[in-house]
């Protein structure tokens, strides 16, 4: 089993940064891949990255390509989002989850989420 808590979350302004991370436990992720998800109130959860368990290749969606990065630190069995130049339809609960792809069902364990609310 790997329990998977993300944190980070908040209130920011548009324009604002911030950095969501998801720390794992139980068992290591440093040899799995790892994705990251939203979802705002009545919508689906919508895919935003994933991160190969090497960290050397990395996907976005194409609605936070070049101001979202996604990195990871294996050796502390955590992995990062980096949100920059944030928008209003940013707004969401963040999951983190283990897995590969833009699809939920590609993915097994996940986090219970993270809020983070951009105002304009």
């Known amino acids: 089993q790997v329990q998977l808590v993300e944190s980070g979350g908040g209130l920011v302004q548009a324009g604002g940064s911030l950095r969501l991370s998801c720390a794992a436990s139980?068992?290591?992720?440093?040899?799995?891949?790892m994705g990251w998800f939203r979802q705002a109130p009545g919508k689906e959860r919508e895919f935003v990255g994933c991160?190969?368990?090497?960290?050397?290749?990395?996907y976005y969606a194409d609605s936070v390509k070049g101001r979202f990065t996604i990195s990871r630190d294996n050796a502390n069995n955590t992995v990062y989002l980096q949100m920059n130049s944030l928008k209003p339809e940013d707004t969401a609960r963040y999951y983190c989850?283990?897995?590969?792809?833009?699809?939920?069902?590609?993915?097994?364990?996940w986090g219970q989420g993270t809020q983070v609310t951009v105002s304009s």
């Open positions: 989850a283990r897995g590969f792809g833009t699809r939920p069902i590609d993915y097994d364990y």
């Open positions: 139980g068992r290591t992720i440093s040899s799995s891949n």
């Open positions: 991160i190969r368990w090497t960290g050397s290749s990395t």
